[in-house]
């Protein structure tokens, strides 16, 4: 059992993760190409915030929404913050809710989990895959960073660090099913402990699930079901994150897709390569003074009253990590609601 | 260089002795039951196989299979059914059990070294007698018979397989009144359905009682049905195979009789199955567990063309890498997932209710005492539902007081360490174990 993350940190206040909600908004708003989205029903893990089903409500007038919520010892809770009446919430494990579904209209189906892979995350993509109508959404969201719990005397002893981190491997792969050799992870090129390496084994987990589960779904129906992919998000609020998701779709499909043209969209992803949501520190005074030129090429934005140029205060890494994302960025104040 | 010729044709020994080696015993026999029960159908369309019966007599030194049900054709007798294997050219029985042209010369090698085969058909009439290690002797693939065209009523048709001089460890087996029980059991079971079309099987005069297979089907806790054909573009009826499925609970919580009952032309082939087969204990599905001891699940494959169904020469397995298989084992796993997530909010919950965390436990209730069972004959017309259930306020069922959970990692030789010192399995436990211990030494020293 996890702690829900809920009780740590409002979702809201993580920059990344409000990136991230704001990107993939405006792919679902492509989906009209497909059909109304009010005819969409989103399934998600609510939480207590629900900062996902009030967005989505509000800018694409989903009605049909179920929020599925683990933790059912604070069920009056939860439903105390339901923000509308018209959300469902369903309370169990989401392995034993989405079997239990329906699935007859078209879903955005955002599986947004706390803690990492493991085999009911395999179970919970299985059953949507097997599920949900052509014309869909599914994603999903899950930590890819790896935690040891080694202190530092243990780093002081080569031969006890590399012993400690074997172990943390095995367990790893028998949480999740992955099958990390041991023998090779030390290596620079295969060391999971480095950069992103882990969510790469993780993706490779997931994609394979996602075909086998296509493959099989493919074994009952006339018209073959094909995913593509569009979403292949990196980002670090505190812990690795990796989203993962796609569209399914059938050959009634293969004109309308192209029409979406989610490929113009610069953060959505097809292959391997993740998108880095990468948020730069900035202060509001920053954020105004840099929307302000944001048309304009880094070096010929004006000096400011000191007669200093922007990158000589903000630094340049910072600026050009804005410029890529500034549409989405948040800013958060104080206020009283 | 010159053209020669290697030889390449089958001993008589590969069939005597090779081939009975892949066939356990009771197998063999059912095989020759098989073969009765393909008579029957081709005697009656309709299915009502009143009257119509197969006797079997086992005993030390001698074993007999006797029907009514439609002797064997002169043509077919002369012509197909010594051949190993079906000609190309033969004649088929609509939703046949026999299948591969191999059970009922394989059931008589199995047994014994001498055999005699009695048959009378509406034209024809023929006795054989065969020492089978004489016809080992003689190179041609031949046996004689004795035959007389006649006419006589379907009702006066039988034939009867009279196998003698038995090998020694058959008789053994034979003479064990564990084999006899077993048998038995296994008839009830494999051929449940067919005897409820009024077959009858008879062994040493004791009449076999059909198995029944039941499922809860009630109002408040609908079993899963899902109906579809095979291959799915298919529309002639001989080339296709019809499927349902069933999935749901029992009343029973049973370990050994919990799993998925598979069959072919009614003809159970896979018996409360709980492997990878059908879907356990992969990736997306757990290991069959006591908690899902009240599941039930039953296939059914019909076709008019047996070649088309997905068992083994044995019939006692599945070809799972049959195409069929993988449409149907698809489906089977989406509404297996469906009752596993009932059997676990039952599990949780009952859990729960012997802690006292809550005063009620409707699920078990509804399973065990407010829901009626229904046998799985009556089945055969229902549409596709979907599993369900509904249970009174299951709202305020919940009483658990506020609190939160703790995470952390251990080493795995740590963990083991505990799980030894303090006998317990899991680590949740340990985790719980432990906090409790320094719970009771703070709440102590307060």
Redesign the interface.
């Given at each position: 059992m996890k702690m829900s993350s809920y009780r740590k940190i409002n979702y809201a206040l993580r920059p990344a993760k409000n990136i991230e909600r704001k990107m993939l908004l405006e792919t679902f708003r492509k989906l009209s190409f497909i059909d109304n989205l009010s005819n969409y029903r989103y399934i998600g893990f609510g939480s207590t915030y629900f900062t996902d089903f009030e967005l989505f409500h509000r800018e694409l007038n989903i009605i049909n929404m179920i929020s599925i919520e683990k933790d059912k010892g604070s069920r009056p809770r939860f439903e105390f913050n339901r923000p509308y009446s018209h959300v469902k919430i369903e309370f169990g494990n989401s392995n034993d809710i989405l079997p239990r579904l329906e699935y007859k209209q078209k879903d955005i189906i955002w599986l947004d989990y706390d803690g990492q892979l493991n085999k009911s995350t395999l179970d919970d993509i299985d059953t949507v895959l097997s599920n949900i109508e052509m014309g869909s959404i599914f994603l999903l969201s899950i930590n890819v960073e790896l935690h040891l719990s080694l202190c530092d005397e243990d780093k002081k002893d080569p031969k006890k660090f590399i012993k400690k981190q074997k172990e943390y491997i095995d367990t790893i792969n028998q949480q999740t099913g992955l099958k990390i050799d041991i023998s090779k992870f030390l290596e620079p090129k295969n060391n999971i402990f480095k950069e992103w390496n882990f969510s790469k084994k993780c993706q490779n987990i997931i994609n394979t699930q996602i075909e086998k589960t296509i493959q099989d779904r493919n074994n009952t129906s006339e018209d073959k079901i094909k995913y593509q992919q569009l979403f292949n998000f990196h980002y670090n609020d505190g812990a690795k994150m990796l989203t993962i998701g796609g569209i399914i779709s059938d050959s009634s499909f293969d004109e309308i897709i192209p029409k979406c043209k989610f490929e113009e969209l610069f953060f959505t992803s097809s292959t391997d390569e993740s998108f880095l949501i990468d948020t730069p520190n900035l202060t509001y005074r920053e954020i105004k003074y840099l929307n302000k030129y944001i048309s304009l090429d880094i070096n010929k934005i004006p000096k400011d009253g000191s007669n200093k140029k922007i990158d000589s205060i903000i630094p340049l890494n910072d600026i050009k990590k804005f410029h890529k994302i500034y549409r989405y960025f948040p800013t958060f104040t104080e206020a009283n609601l | 260089m010159t053209k020669e010729t290697i030889k390449a044709e089958p001993t008589k020994e590969l069939f005597v002795k090779m081939m009975i080696r892949d066939i356990p015993l009771d197998r063999a026999i059912l095989d020759l039951i098989d073969n009765s029960i393909d008579g029957a159908h081709k005697l009656r369309d309709d299915e009502n196989f009143d009257g119509l019966f197969t006797k079997l007599t086992i005993e030390k030194d001698k074993f007999i299979i006797e029907d009514n049900c439609g002797g064997i054709s002169r043509d077919i007798l002369l012509n197909q059914a010594f051949m190993f294997g079906k000609p190309t050219n033969y004649e088929s029985t609509n939703h046949s059990i026999g299948r591969f042209g191999i059970g009922m010369k394989r059931a008589i090698f199995k047994i014994g070294n001498s055999f005699n085969l009695e048959t009378i058909n509406i034209n024809s009439k023929s006795n054989m007698d065969i020492n089978i290690k004489e016809w080992l002797k003689d190179n041609k693939w031949e046996f004689t018979t004795n035959i007389e065209d006649i006419s006589t009523l379907e009702q006066d048709t039988k034939t009867i397989i009279t196998i003698t001089n038995l090998h020694p460890n058959i008789s053994d087996e034979f003479n064990l009144e564990y084999f006899l029980t077993k048998l038995k059991n296994d008839l009830a079971f494999t051929y449940s359905l067919i005897l409820n079309k009024n077959f009858n099987i008879f062994i040493n005069g004791e009449h076999i009682r059909r198995k029944e297979f039941e499922i809860i089907n009630d109002a408040n806790l609908m079993p899963e049905i899902i109906n579809?054909t095979f291959p799915?573009?298919e529309r002639d009826e001989d080339k296709l195979i019809n499927i349902k499925i069933i999935a749901g609970v029992s009343k029973e919580r049973d370990l050994k009789q919990g799993g998925w009952y598979i069959f072919c032309n009614d003809r159970l082939i896979l018996e409360a199955d709980k492997s990878n087969i059908t879907g356990w204990d992969n990736?997306?599905?757990p290991k069959y567990h006591p908690d899902f001891a009240y599941f039930r699940g039953y296939v059914f494959f019909d076709s008019k063309n047996a070649e088309l169904l997905p068992w083994t020469t044995t019939k006692t397995g599945l070809n799972s890498d049959s195409?069929v298989y993988?449409?149907t084992?698809?489906?089977m796993?989406?509404a297996l997932?469906?009752v596993?997530?009932?059997l676990?909010?039952r599990a949780k919950q009952e859990s729960s209710f012997k802690k006292e965390k809550i005063d009620n436990n409707p699920l078990t209730k509804l399973i065990e005492e407010d829901s009626i069972e229904k046998n799985i004959i009556e089945f055969k017309n229902n549409n596709d539902q979907?599993?369900n259930y509904i249970v009174d306020n299951p709202?305020n069922i919940?009483n658990?007081?506020?609190?939160?959970?703790?995470?952390?990692?251990?080493?795995?030789?740590d963990l083991n360490k505990l799980k030894d010192y303090l006998n317990l399995s899991t680590n949740?436990d340990i985790g719980e174990y432990t906090f409790d211990y320094f719970l009771e030494l703070v709440n102590e020293n307060e």
């Open positions: - | 579809f799915l573009e990736n997306e599905l195409s993988k449409a084992s698809f489906e796993k989406k997932k469906k596993i997530s009932f676990r909010e979907s599993f709202k919940e658990i007081p506020n609190g939160g959970t703790i995470s952390y990692w251990k080493s795995n030789e949740k």
